[in-house]
């Protein structure tokens, strides 16, 4: 059995609510991997300060990088946008 599901196209509004909402994200996570990238006082506190050892701030900018570079490409958005999740997950 087959079944065809239509859906309306979303609005302009929406569409661009939506993409200025994922505009903001990628500037603070753009923002956010800089300041580990650059090794600055408040990253390396702030990783210090959650028990994780000063060493590991360059990876982790650089792996913020990466996934907010693919999230923000249209073509790998979805990749980066799991990558992101389990950035984020404790």
């Known amino acids: 059995m087959h079944t065809a599901i239509q859906t309306a196209p ?5 569409l661009w ?12 996570m753009l923002f ?6 650059m090794k600055l006082a408040p990253a390396v506190e702030g990783t210090a300060k959650l028990g994780y050892p000063v060493s590991v701030v360059l990876p982790i900018g650089i ?3 990466v996934c907010t570079v693919l999230y923000a490409i249209p073509r790998t958005s979805i990749l980066g946008a799991i990558l992101l999740t389990g950035y984020a997950a404790p």
């Open 10 to 14: 979303a609005s302009k509004t929406s």
């Open 17 to 28: 609510a939506g993409r200025i909402i994922s505009g903001l994200v990628v500037l603070f």
């Open 32 to 37: 956010d991997s800089g300041i580990k990238l």
């Open 63 to 65: 792996v913020l990088f």
